[in-house]
């Protein structure tokens, strides 16, 4: 068993089938229990008519003879063995990809024979075996189970029912790939934009090319990984947790802009203070020279210290965003982790 295109699989098997035919008993005609038959005497034997009704292709092994063979046994019963290899469609719901499970289907009815003539039963005995070397690239094999499809054919076209029978597929989506290739390097992204929450206020450069190097690689790495899904109208469990991811740096960017705005404001409103004291002393044209030499002497000294304790004073407030940054925003994650694994992978 393989898995093919995005909703489909392939299979490789053994099918067998079993019927009783009263024209082939031989009685004591011949001193043998069974007659072993090839391919050579299937078209003068009948064969059930049995066709996939989900099966979008396939082809019967045929090296070095063909995979056929077929046993008549003494009381009339007949057994057909037959090696294909089968792909069939399985529509799948991708809503929890990549933390999904699926059940396919393979689907086996009568074409031309409605169930007053051949009805198709599963063995009673362990009707169906599977490899237990079975290995896919994606999904682990949980199950197999053996089901009726009666219920699920469109036979509108035609009149009366036929016989289905139905093997179902329980897959699991295997997380390793996903782990790796996505949840982990996107988990470590949105962690290194929080080193910006440690960086001085002062270091605009570092944090902004730290900050905007995040939000380009988790841009780059949501569409990388968007452009493997199957086109889907719905939104996945994947694109939730690259869009959180993304919300995360992005708002790592906004709240550095938020602290250099506090310094900016500060340090304009110390310019505004400045200009205010200029423009005022230039016009006081009425004071006489030892007051304006007195001005002189203790202004600049009251300026700076006031422009020195404002600009502070802004840098403080900064600090207090960067420090409540440092504690909401891995807590934050870590609760949107906590959201999110146990909503996925509960069964």
Same mark, same amino acid.
């Given at each position: 068993m393989s898995s093919g295109g995005p909703m489909d699989f392939t299979v490789n098997m053994f099918l067998k089938q079993q019927w009783t035919d009263f024209r082939l008993h031989f009685h004591d005609l011949v001193p043998t229990q069974i007659f072993e038959l090839d391919s050579r005497f299937l078209r003068d034997i009948w064969i059930p008519d049995l066709y996939f009704v989900n099966g979008k292709g396939g082809s019967i092994h045929d090296i070095t003879t063909p995979n056929r063979l077929i046993h008549v046994y003494r009381d009339a019963k007949v057994k057909y063995n037959i090696r294909v290899s089968m792909s069939f469609s399985c529509p799948m719901d991708l809503t929890n990809y990549p933390l999904d499970r699926q059940i396919c289907y393979? !689907?086996?009815?009568?074409?031309?024979?409605?169930? !007053?003539k051949l009805i198709f039963r599963w063995s009673p005995i362990q009707p169906i075996r599977r490899s237990q070397n079975i290995k896919l690239p994606q999904f682990e094999l949980i199950d197999i189970r053996n089901a009726s499809c009666e219920h699920s054919l469109d036979v509108a076209s035609f009149a009366g029912d036929f016989s289905c029978v139905r093997a179902e597929l329980h897959l699991r989506r295997q997380i390793g790939y996903f782990g790796v290739q996505v949840y982990v390097p996107s988990a470590s992204i949105v962690g290194i934009s929080w080193i910006s929450f440690w960086l001085d206020v002062d270091a605009v450069p570092a944090r902004i090319s730290l900050n905007l190097l995040a939000v380009l690689t988790m841009t780059t *790495?949501? %569409?990388?990984? =968007? !452009?493997?899904?199957? %086109?889907? /109208?719905?939104?996945?469990? #994947? !694109? /939730?947790?690259?869009?959180?991811?993304?919300? &995360?740096? /992005?708002?790592?960017?906004?709240? &550095?802009?938020? $602290?250099?705005? #506090?310094? =900016?404001? *500060?340090?304009? *409103? $110390?310019?505004? $203070? %400045?200009?205010?004291? =200029? #423009? %005022?002393?230039h016009s006081d044209s009425t004071n006489n020279v030892e007051t304006i030499v007195e001005k002189h002497e203790c202004a600049p000294d009251e300026t700076f210290v006031s422009a020195t304790v404002t600009i502070l004073r802004g840098k403080l407030r900064a600090k207090k965003v960067d420090k409540s940054a440092r504690i909401f925003f891995p807590l934050a994650f870590a609760f949107f982790n906590l959201a999110y694994w146990c909503s996925y992978l509960s069964p």
């Open positions: 393979i !689907d086996m009815a009568s074409f031309a024979y409605t169930k !007053d *790495q949501f %569409s990388s990984v =968007r !452009d493997k899904l199957p %086109s889907v /109208i719905y939104i996945t469990a #994947l !694109d /939730i947790w690259m869009s959180v991811c993304l919300l &995360f740096v /992005i708002c790592s960017l906004v709240e &550095f802009a938020l $602290v250099n705005v #506090l310094v =900016r404001q *500060q340090v304009k *409103q $110390v310019g505004k $203070v %400045s200009k205010r004291q =200029r #423009l %005022s002393k």
